[in-house]
């Protein structure tokens, strides 16, 4: 059912079991479009168009209409917007609990600052500053107790 170079465009492999058939159809070279269906279970195909659809694709095109209609809508809605649906009011929920959970662990930590001790080029961040001057030093500058190697001198 997979798409692979030695399949022909607009090619199509059936999969039959029990009540259900999926169908692999090539549209473009290397791309498959599987569908599986329990309404159809014929291996009728299109013989007449260039394209070679199957009855499931060509059903499929003429039903679809709801669901990009939804699609649509759905992109109409954002999170900061109130809402009475309930799939929209549960996503803003997760994704406010979500944020207010990685403020909380940001919160502690301090913001990195360039390393006063390396030269400018390189760039460095730090997290940590030397205790007794306050100076910014990377992990590469600092002993086991963080302090500068200019107060270490």
């Given amino acids: 059912m997979k798409a692979s170079k030695s399949r ?6 059936f999969g039959f079991n029990g009540s259900m058939t999926m ?11 599987l569908l599986l ?20 694709i060509l059903f499929y095109n003429q039903t679809k ?4 209609i939804v699609d649509q809508m759905v992109g ?10 309930w799939p929209m009011v549960l996503w803003c929920g997760v994704t406010k609990a979500a944020n207010q959970q990685q403020e909380r662990s940001t919160e502690g930590q301090q913001k990195r600052k360039r390393c006063q001790m390396c030269p400018r080029n390189k760039h460095r961040k730090a997290t940590n500053c030397c205790w007794k001057c306050s100076t ?14 200019n107060c270490t001198q």
């Fill in 136 to 149: 910014p030093v990377c992990n590469g500058h600092s002993q086991k107790q963080i302090v500068c190697d």
């Fill in 37 to 56: 269906s329990t309404m159809h279970h014929s291996k009728m195909v299109d013989e007449n168009s260039q394209k070679k659809k199957t009855e499931i």
């Fill in 65 to 68: 209409g709801g669901v990009d």
């Fill in 8 to 13: 022909e465009v607009h090619s199509t492999e």
């Fill in 76 to 85: 109409y809605y954002t999170c900061k917007r109130q809402t009475q649906r």
């Fill in 23 to 33: 169908i692999s159809y090539i549209r473009k070279k290397g791309k498959a479009v």
